[in-house]
């Protein structure tokens, strides 16, 4: 089973910038045509999309994010990046990197990485 592996999480002042960091580890393959991508669950709300991406296809975002994240997907396919820039207050939560086959039957989490940004 692909288990998936986040890093990059951090402490960061106001208007600075963070790369998460998704790898996937363990038995199993990532196929270029699974869809990989970052959700984050901020203090007191609901787990929500923050950006998807498909090997070779744009990235899609959250309005809140757009023109300050870039979602990047790693040469080798198994691998996800996130460049956070900008960054409020309001960016401050748990990030988890997915992956969804869904002709796999793949809905996968990894453990969430923290993301802190302080004034």
């Known amino acids: 089973q692909v288990q998936l592996v986040e890093s990059g999480g951090g402490l960061v002042q106001v208007g600075g910038s963070l790369t998460l960091s998704c790898r996937s580890t363990g038995p199993g393959s990532v196929f270029s045509t699974d869809r990989m991508g970052w959700y984050r669950q901020r203090p007191g709300k609901q787990r929500e999309l923050v950006a998807t991406i498909t090997y070779g296809v744009d990235g899609t975002y959250a309005d809140s994010v757009k023109g300050r994240f870039t979602i990047v997907r790693g040469d080798n396919v198994d691998s996800v990046y996130l460049r956070m820039n900008s960054l409020t207050q309001e960016d401050t939560g748990v990030y988890y990197c997915?992956?969804?086959?869904?002709?796999?039957?793949?809905?996968?989490w990894g453990r969430g990485t923290q993301v802190t940004v302080s004034s």
């Open positions: 997915n992956l969804w086959s869904p002709g796999r039957g793949l809905d996968l």
